[in-house]
């Protein structure tokens, strides 16, 4: 018979995601989610104790007057060695696991995953999903580490950068990253299944490849800030920044990155993030439980009855055979 303890732990059991704040290191904000989490678990009543019997002496007001024998007597008391207070918790330790990580320069969306839902979690963190930022610029600096903590190495000027320059700097590196894109993917460009992919924006690298943006919009402009949204594959926080690097260069100038801010990872956006006061187990558990319900309306959204899924060569074989049907 399972415990009030290990029920709310199976509850608790699936993937959700919570908003990292900046400054803070990914390992501090697990340890805080899973310390959260414990308490909650341990917070359920505990079970009854358990009874065990032992023979007890009687008084010896009971016991007859000038008789020597032992008289002993069986009751059921508590066994002390299972209590809460002399056991400890029910539950010591619980396995969250981190997805895709933010450094300590970073917030956002970090998703986690408990118990054997770290499974999940680890196909999640390996699969080619795309990742959603908005990163904050400044042109007229340069840093050893291209944002605005590392040391200063070059000051520029950035008078001569206008809105139409930048976005036409965006829109060339975005193009040399969907080649990138093309070449890694390993598909034939020539066959119809490249096209639909292509329209659909589900081209993914085959294998292990390098950092590649998928999106690139710029947001804000208003000099020497600059907001820039980057849809990307396989990226890492140091890549990004790099990315406002490469575009001050582009402009003949120079920009450091002030801030990323991760919005989606994968199915997980920022709505879904839960913030520093709602790392609760009721929380977490009301988290989990919509997750498993838009991924099981999803799954149904795509598997009903006469929905059409099919590439264009199968929908035209479809209409062909169709009219041979109704005859019949």
């Known amino acids: 018979m399972t415990t009030p303890s290990v029920r709310v732990f199976h509850k608790l059991e699936g993937l ?62 508590p066994a002390l060695a299972h209590h809460p207070l002399v056991s400890g918790p029910e539950f010591q ?24 839902a770290n499974k999940a979690l680890t196909d999640l963190y390996r699969s080619h999903v795309t990742r959603d930022y908005t990163l904050e610029g400044e042109l007229g600096m340069a840093t050893d580490n291209f944002s605005h903590t590392g ?11 206008t809105r139409d320059k930048l976005e036409r700097v965006l829109a060339m ?7 990138a894109l093309l070449t890694y993917s390993k598909v034939d460009m020539s066959t119809q299944e490249a096209y639909e992919l292509a329209v659909k924006g589900e081209l993914r690298p085959d294998g292990k490849s390098p950092p590649i943006m998928t999106g690139l919009r710029l947001l804000h402009f208003q000099p020497p800030r600059f907001t820039l949204e980057v849809q990307c594959l396989n990226e890492t926080q140091r890549y990004l920044c790099r990315i406002l690097h490469e575009v001050g260069l582009e402009l003949r100038s120079t920009a450091v990155c002030k801030g990323v801010r991760r919005t989606r990872d994968g199915p997980f956006t920022l709505q879904h993030a839960l913030t520093h006061q709602h790392w609760t187990s009721p929380d977490v558990i009301q ?32 209409a062909e055979e169709a009219p041979v049907n109704s005859v019949q």
Not at 95 to 115: A, K, M, N, Y
């Open 93 to 116: 330790h619980i396995g969250v696991g981190v997805g895709h990580r933010l450094d300590v320069f970073s917030s956002g969306v970090l998703v986690l995953g408990v118990g054997q």
């Open 16 to 77: 959700f995601s919570i908003y990292k704040p900046p400054g803070v290191h990914w390992k501090l904000v697990r340890d805080t989610v899973e310390t959260n989490l414990l308490k909650g678990i341990n917070a359920a009543s505990p079970p009854a104790p358990r009874q065990r019997v032992q023979f007890l002496a009687e008084p010896t007001s009971v016991v007859a007057e000038g008789s020597n024998e032992l008289t002993l007597s069986a009751a059921s008391v």
């Open 287 to 318: 988290a989990i439980r919509q997750y498993r319900s838009s991924r099981k309306a999803s799954k149904a959204k795509h598997t009903q009855p006469g929905k059409d899924t099919g590439t264009a060569s199968q929908r035209q074989e479809m």
């Open 151 to 161: 040391r200063l190495i070059e000051r520029t000027t950035y008078d001569h950068i």
């Open 173 to 179: 590196m975005q193009g040399s990253n969907q080649k």
